[in-house]
């Protein structure tokens, strides 16, 4: 699976942006999608995760209530729509897709893109 990440960009905080991930190759609809981010000096992060079938939603506290992950399997794409956007939220967006059901943790990732800036400024 390849994934392409796109759709970060410059906006306020209080504001609202949308990223969004395309898959190639194998089939897209077998994997769990996450989020991910990485501020500049710390650790990547994990920010929301869907099942394959959309079923079942994950995210981390930090964002709860303000960012929806979404996924359109044949369209071959997942969705992160951010809003009340903070300056806290600015970071590199990584989409990855695992086959596995811990989708909170790195580590059972197997497939990643290359990531897109979002940056909130104050």
């Known amino acids: 699976v390849q994934l392409q990440a796109s759709g970060g960009g410059l906006v306020q905080a209080g504001g609202s942006l949308r990223v969004s991930c395309v898959a190639s190759?194998?089939?897209?609809?077998?994997?769990?999608m996450g989020w991910f981010r990485q501020a500049p000096g710390k650790e990547r992060e994990f920010v929301a995760a869907?099942?394959?079938?959309?079923?079942?939603?994950y995210y981390a506290d930090s964002v709860k209530g303000r960012f929806t992950i979404s996924r359109d399997n044949a369209k071959n794409t997942v969705y992160l729509q951010m809003n009340s956007l903070k300056p806290e939220d600015t970071a590199l967006y990584y989409c990855?897709?695992?086959?596995?059901?811990?989708?909170?943790?790195?580590?059972?990732?197997?497939?990643w893109g290359q990531g897109t800036q979002v940056t909130v400024s104050s």
């Open positions: 990855a897709a695992s086959t596995a059901q811990a989708m909170r943790v790195m580590v059972v990732y197997d497939y």
């Open positions: 869907i099942s394959w079938s959309g079923g079942s939603t």
């Open positions: 190759g194998r089939a897209f609809s077998r994997y769990n």
